[in-house]
């Protein structure tokens, strides 16, 4: 059974960066899989943050951190990576990543579009 492994988080002050990083675990047998970034905070809904498709050519972001973040792929290791730079205290969050298998029916921005999630790495910011 494949499970998602997150790591990378926790406690930054404002202005500061972290790398989370995101990895099948179990028998995968290709990169043909799409990845997404959510968050959820305190009293939050979850959100999308990032997407990244199975090429890594396509990546997307939302709004409030199109510019800040970075998200990208090593194929090699399996490994999907968001950078987060000059980070706010409203980034503090749970981060998720979830995979979706396979190359269509991925809408990247929508939650229920994701086949399995990893169990969310605590961010938090300082001001």
């Known amino acids: 059974q494949v499970r998602l492994e997150e790591s990378g988080g926790g406690l930054v002050q404002a202005g500061g960066s972290l790398t989370l990083a995101c990895k099948p675990s179990g028998r995968t047998y290709s990169n043909d899989y799409g990845v997404g970034w959510f968050r959820q905070g305190p009293g939050k809904e979850r959100e999308f943050t990032a997407a990244?498709?199975?090429?890594?050519?396509?990546?997307y972001y939302s709004d409030f951190v199109r510019g800040r973040f970075a998200i990208s792929r090593d194929n090699a290791k399996n490994t999907v990576y968001l950078r987060m730079n000059s980070l706010e205290p409203e980034d503090t969050a749970v981060y998720y990543c979830?995979?979706?298998?396979?190359?269509?029916?991925?809408?990247?921005?929508?939650?229920?579009?994701?086949?399995?999630w990893g169990q969310g790495t605590q961010v938090t910011v300082s001001s």
């Open positions: 979830g995979v979706h298998w396979g190359s269509t029916g991925w809408t990247y921005s929508y939650y229920h579009t994701y086949d399995i």
């Open positions: 990244i498709d199975w090429s890594g050519a396509g990546t």
